[in-house]
Antibody, heavy 117, light 107 residues
Framework: EVQLVESGGGLVKPGGSLRLSCAAS????????MSWVRQAPGKGLEWVGH??????????DYAAPVKGRFTISRDDSKDTLYLQMNSLKTEDTAVYYC????????WGQGTLVTVSS | DIQMTQSPSAMSASVGDRVTITCRAS??????LAWFQQKPGKVPKRLIY???SLQSGVPSRFSGSGSGTEFTLTISSLLPEDFATYYC?????????FGQGTKVEIK
């Protein structure tokens, strides 16, 4: 059974940084493209970015609102996905989900990030 | 970027109704379209991928169709547990984009 478990969320001040983690199990993590999706309170789903598997280059793509501030990485030896968030803004407040595959086949339970002074 | 426009944004329906939700892409995306269901306070769940392939474990009353720029999600006979918000996602090209959602409420 696929399991994705996010951690690292919390309250941070505007301009601050936070790193989210997503521990994966139940599938071959190194073979998977992985993504982050977020959902602001009461709003819809927003794709944040993704990272390809290493055999496809391991490259990343990001949504415009986070490009240059967020960095996605992976550690295949630990079956773990990361989202480094810098220069956080109040509009980054959301539940952050990690998802597997290009078409978001499986989702973690999400972790809440609140950016507020 | 590809814009995904869902319609309607909200609807009221009764148990047993046939429900159709539409998603239009601003440019052709072949069949790289997925549908998700989200209930309040819950994690989104994928129902359909590749426009018409049913996710394992999803009831057969859910179906998807379309290709190119126009896609539909159909629920053949609405059950009480189907009242939720539905989203489409195009994964043809980056950045991936979701539709704004369709909330299906009880009439």
């Amino acid at each position: 059974e696929v399991q994705l478990v996010e951690s690292g969320g919390g309250l941070v001040k505007p301009g601050g940084s936070l790193r989210l983690s997503c521990a994966a199990s139940g599938f071959t993590f190194s073979d998977a493209w992985m993504s982050w999706v977020r959902q602001a309170p009461g709003k819809g789903l927003e794709w944040v970015g993704h990272i390809k598997k290493k055999t496809d280059g391991g490259t990343t793509d990001y949504a415009a609102p986070v490009k240059g501030r967020f960095t996605i990485s992976r550690d295949d030896s630990k079956d773990t996905l990361y989202l480094q968030m810098n220069s956080l803004k109040t509009e980054d407040t959301a539940v952050y989900y990690c998802t597997s595959s290009r078409a978001a086949s499986d989702w973690g339970q999400g972790t809440l990030v609140t950016v507020s002074s | 970027d590809i814009q995904m426009t869902q319609s309607p944004s909200a609807m009221s329906a009764s148990v047993g109704d046939r429900v159709t939700i539409t998603c239009r892409a601003s440019q052709a995306i072949s069949n790289y379209l997925a549908w998700f269901q989200q209930k309040p306070g819950k994690v989104p769940k994928r129902l359909i991928y590749a426009a018409s392939s049913l996710q394992s474990g999803v009831p057969s009353r859910f179906s998807g169709s379309g290709s190119g720029t126009e896609f539909t999600l159909t629920i053949s006979s609405l059950l009480p547990e189907d009242f939720a918000t539905y989203y489409c996602l195009q994964y043809n090209s980056f950045p991936l984009t979701f539709g704004q959602g369709t909330k299906v409420e009880i009439k």
